[in-house]
């Protein structure tokens, strides 16, 4: 039977009818909605854990571990307190199993998914009455503060909803003003970090014998999928979320702020609290953070940084996905292309073999009579939106699997995230991301590894992340400007340049990559305010050196798409002459 069923069949209660709720593996508290709302010996819920959903895009490892072990370990911990559970393990998609669960008990009640994905696989149910989609409590916002906080939109941005959110919830306000004058204190916040004050060690778990069958599972029933298990660095129970809260705000926050922009070799993490994945899976509500961090006896900077990520970024990503159905829909523009099966991220490149997802390993499913395999209109189960303003195409480079790419920044955060299933928030941006873009890689391809290779990765923050911000998908929707930088800025914020072949003053590609993206796209980023600048040095450039940006972009591109590593001494000819001049 295994471990975790024996110990949750030992919680026998009462038998006697219940308020069934479905509770999805990213809603796992009882803090809000039905399960806060419900008496404990009224209530029973209904869990899936799908293969079928592991199964559509090779997820790391990590990942797996992370949300089954949290599913079985929330599972116990609410039988422990008289809830009724009805724990379900299935190779069909979650429509399947929850109608004979429906049929059985009667309608089920869930909060709306974050999901986009799950919410289209369970519209067959909801639209059959078999499932009772009610507000979902995690949230810290509404879509009508959203709305409200848009006026002028769109494009939306962030800056207006996250102040009207301070402004109507009195958050770091004082008389109707900001604390400290300004509602972002980010240019506050753009340190490099060069190894003072001490960085914490990330925080560790015990395993138990839960955890342990995890472990196994994933590791015997998803061997094909990438990364390893970092069995100590999974935290599993409402003691570990906790545990993992706690070291955060002591080790963490204080300053978090003024090194939130660093990287660093010696560190994957700094000072970020590494909290995203526990508060992706409902173990840590936002709502609750944020009220503590405002208390804390922390510089205002750290505060208010931490503060924006959660209510600010977080919130307003999920309003924009939510608003245009995953990209799929986009205001006064056409609707972009949509992936008809879940994408790979470039795995088949990697290991050689196309990736089998879960569509090709699950046979037609039926509910309720109906064909629920099926679905219609916005309901459709695809692999996601595929804009790309920029028209970028090009394939993602193995090197984001893991093969070495001879940029010692790429290769250094690629193997933190494919240790860990997870990196700081610049890595994700201002190294992955930009070196992407510059290499006009498909923005739907590097949303699909991103997905498939992070532990807090899902489509409602993963698309407009990367979409959104990180590649300049979407044009200026929700966001202002493409996020790219030549080596300057990664010189700057990291030692990564310090181990790498290449000189970020000197012969870095790094750079000659920015001024050909530029010179790609200057057309296509003319009418954009905050490119005017970069466009004017863009124009005082001869054309011997744009034609020279032009040769290094294709020999980068080229090298990197055959799996080979960049050297110093294959650079093409005219940068070898050192000096500023090759860069500037």
């Known amino acids: 039977m295994g471990t975790f069923l024996e110990q949750l069949g030992g919680f026998g209660g009462e038998k006697k009818a219940r308020r069934w709720v479905f509770v999805p593996y990213d809603q796992l508290t009882d803090q809000v909605g039905p399960l806060r709302s419900v008496p404990a010996d009224e209530l029973g819920i209904v869990m899936v854990e799908s ?3 592991a199964a559509r895009r090779p997820y790391h490892r990590q990942k797996l571990a992370l949300l089954l072990s949290n599913m079985r370990h929330f599972a116990l911990e609410q039988a422990a307190r008289g809830v009724e559970v009805h ?17 059985e008990r009667g309608p089920l009640q869930v909060m709306d998914p974050a999901e986009r994905e799950l919410r289209a696989d369970l519209a067959p149910l909801a639209r059959a009455g078999m499932l009772e989609v009610v507000p979902n409590e995690t949230w810290l916002t509404t879509t009508d503060l959203f709305t409200r906080s848009q006026s002028k939109g769109p494009p939306w941005r962030m800056d207006a909803f996250y102040r009207l959110y301070r ?3 009195g958050l770091l306000m004082e008389d109707g003003s900001p604390l400290g ?14 190894g003072e004050p001490r960085v914490p060690e990330p925080p560790s778990f015990a395993v138990d014998e839960v955890t342990e069958e995890v472990v196994q599972l994933v590791n015997e029933r998803f061997s094909s999928h990438p990364g390893e298990v970092r069995v100590g660095a999974l935290p599993s129970s409402a003691a570990d979320a906790e545990a993992a809260w706690e070291w955060a705000k002591r080790r963490c926050m204080e300053h978090f702020g003024p090194f939130e922009d660093a990287m660093s070799t010696q560190s994957s993490g700094l000072f970020h609290t590494r909290v995203s994945p526990l508060v992706n899976l409902g173990r840590l509500l936002p709502a609750r953070l944020i009220d503590e961090v405002a208390e804390l006896e922390i510089p205002l900077a750290s505060k208010e940084g931490f503060i924006r990520q959660v209510a600010g970024w977080r919130e307003f990503m999920r309003h924009v996905h939510h608003a245009t159905d995953g990209f799929r829909v986009l205001p006064d523009q056409p609707s972009p292309p949509v992936s008809s099966e879940p994408g790979d991220g470039g795995s088949a490149r990697w ?10 390993r699950t046979a037609d499913a039926r509910a309720d009579g109906a064909d629920a395999s099926s679905h219609d209109g916005p309901d459709e189960l695809d692999g996601g939106a595929a804009p790309s303003t920029l028209e970028a195409s090009n394939p993602l480079p193995v090197a984001f699997w893991g ?18 299933a997870w990196s700081h928030h610049i890595t994700r941006l201002m190294v992955l991301s930009n070196l992407a873009t510059l290499l006009d890689t498909s923005p739907r391809e590097l949303a699909d590894w991103f997905w498939i290779a992070y532990v807090d990765a899902f489509d409602w923050v993963v698309e407009p992340n990367v979409l959104g911000m990180g590649t300049f998908a979407l044009g200026d929707l929700m966001t202002t400007k493409p996020y790219v930088s030549g080596a300057a800025y990664i010189d700057r914020m990291s030692d990564y340049c310090a181990s790498c072949a290449f000189d970020p003053k000197k012969n870095c590609p790094i750079t000659h990559l920015y001024w050909a993206f530029l010179d790609r796209h200057a057309e296509s980023l003319a009418d954009n305010p905050r490119m005017r600048l970069p466009l004017a040095s863009l ?4 054309d011997e050196r744009r034609s020279h940006d032009l040769r290094i972009f294709e020999w980068v591109r080229d090298t990197l798409a055959d799996g080979e590593a960049l050297r110093p001494e294959d650079l093409p000819p005219a940068a070898r002459t050192g000096g500023s001049a090759a860069l500037t």
Do not use: F, I
């Open 403 to 420: 093969r070495p790419s001879g940029l010692g920044c790429l290769d250094r955060v690629v193997q933190s995230v494919w240790e860990e």
């Open 87 to 103: 724990y379900l393990m299935t190779d069909d998609p979650y429509r399947v199993v929850l109608a004979t669960a429906a049929r």
């Open 181 to 194: 004058g300004r509602y972002s204190h980010d240019a506050s916040n753009r340190e490099p970090w060069s």
């Open 167 to 169: 402004r109507e919830t």
């Open 351 to 360: 290991t050689g073999h196309t990736w089998e997802s879960a569509a090709d």
């Open 539 to 542: 124009r005082k450039r001869d």
């Open 51 to 53: 293969r079928w959903k």
